[in-house]
């Protein structure tokens, strides 16, 4: 049981550290075509994106992690790599909920409104200027976990 804990942990952090980076990759060639259309048309694949993958990995890394932990009977709350590994996660998952995904909602409501061609206000791309850079951050406490995860100090 531990195994298969462990491998859908693993996969959920592939599907998720995979998403952010690469949706993020795809929403910014978008934007640089300027083009309304093809601009809307990733800001909604960048909404659905985050709820198929972002809660599906979310989900997997959750239930992976203290299901491995739990059978394992690791102490998920002294030692420094598990204790690091759910303070980051945290991290991330506050920047996301907390910035990213206002933003993005925002981004999404505006792009409605040119999505059959027209004016990009400048809001939205201020908006898409945060949100990648915020994305970045975020980002950040993922890598570090896995850094933690794999070396266990
Ligand atoms: C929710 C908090 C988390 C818990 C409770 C948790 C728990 C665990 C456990 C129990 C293992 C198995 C360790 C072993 O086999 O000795 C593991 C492995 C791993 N975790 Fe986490 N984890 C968490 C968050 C994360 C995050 C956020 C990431 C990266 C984004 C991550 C990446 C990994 C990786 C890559 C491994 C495989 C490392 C290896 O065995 O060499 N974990 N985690």
Redesign the pocket.
């Known amino acids: 049981m531990y195994d298969v804990f462990?491998v859908l942990?693993?996969i959920g952090?592939v599907v998720?550290?995979g998403n952010v980076t690469i949706t993020a990759y795809w929403k910014v060639l978008s934007d640089m075509t300027d083009d309304p259309r093809i601009i809307a048309h990733a800001q909604r694949g960048v909404t659905l994106a985050d709820f198929i993958f972002t809660l599906v990995g979310i989900a997997l890394?959750?239930i992976g992690?203290?299901g491995?932990?739990i059978v394992?009977e690791?102490p998920?709350f002294t030692a420094p790599w598990?204790i690091a590994?759910?303070i980051?996660?945290g991290i991330s998952g506050v920047i996301w909920l907390g910035i990213l995904v206002p933003l993005q909602i925002r981004q999404a409501r505006v792009a409605r409104s040119f999505a059959q061609g027209g004016v990009i206000p400048p809001g939205y791309r201020r908006d898409a200027r945060l949100w990648i850079i915020w994305g970045v951050i975020a980002t950040v406490p993922?890598v570090a976990?896995?850094y933690a995860?794999?070396v266990?100090f």
């Open positions: 462990k942990h693993v952090v998720l550290v890394i959750m992690g203290y491995a932990a394992k690791l998920l598990l590994g759910q980051l996660f993922l976990a896995i995860m794999v266990k």
